[in-house]
């Protein structure tokens, strides 16, 4: 009887030392999976914050005013954070820059290679390199323009459901005037239930 029931375990430790199941899931298609802020969420505050942006005509404004040039633009660190979650927030600021360069809307400043590319033209004033060919201080862009925002929830808890409100808000505001020239905000709510544990 011993052996069988040490054979039985031997063949349940085996079952569950193979390979994990895994599936492709289609970001386009994606959905929460509970209340918390998700993936999911991205794509929908990028897509309500770019429209937002193209309705207020600032851009088409600006690009008017200098012949025909885009604004400067420089992001915030990230969000300010005000929710009970930890969240990756660059990302959405991120996302939002990158569907802004694809629609030709404004240009970016990359405020992450400073330090980068100051190393690079330290070295390249060095004798190392061809000066005739090297690339030259002094000549970096200035920002004309912040994107920022905060995004912050309101969680209640209900029995076994939880209830989940965020609200995303992004502005752009000009560095010189301190004006802010957009500013919107995305809004959503969300329920889990969480499944009767069975005794």
């Known amino acids: 009887m011993k052996k069988w029931f040490l054979l039985l375990i031997c063949l349940f430790l085996v079952a569950g030392?193979?390979?994990p199941a895994t599936r492709e899931i289609d970001?386009?298609?994606d959905t929460a999976e509970d209340a918390d802020f998700s993936s999911a969420d991205l794509a929908k505050i990028t897509d309500a914050m770019i429209n937002s942006m193209e309705a207020n005509g600032f851009y088409q404004k600006y690009a008017g005013q200098h012949g025909g040039e885009k604004p400067i633009l420089l992001l915030a660190k990230s969000l300010l954070n005000k929710t009970?979650?930890?969240?990756?927030?660059r990302l959405v600021l991120e996302k939002i820059r990158t569907a802004m360069m694809k629609d030709n809307m404004a240009q970016f400043v990359d405020d992450q290679?400073?330090?980068?590319?100051?190393?690079q033209l330290n070295l390249q004033a060095t004798?190392?390199?061809d000066n005739s060919k090297a690339a030259r201080l002094g000549r970096f862009v200035g920002a004309k323009f912040i994107?920022?925002?905060?995004?912050?929830?309101?969680r209640k808890q209900d029995g076994r459901e939880t209830i989940n409100f965020f609200n995303v808000t992004l502005d752009i505001f000009e560095v010189e005037t301190l004006l802010i020239k957009w500013t919107d905000e995305v809004e959503f709510k969300r329920a889990s239930t969480k499944g009767k544990v069975r005794r």
């Open 17 to 19: 030392c193979g390979k």
């Open 113 to 119: 290679a400073f330090d980068m590319a100051l190393d």
């Open 27 to 29: 970001i386009a298609t």
């Open 147 to 154: 994107l920022r925002g905060t995004i912050t929830n309101i």
């Open 127 to 129: 004798d190392l390199y």
């Open 84 to 89: 009970d979650e930890h969240i990756e927030t």
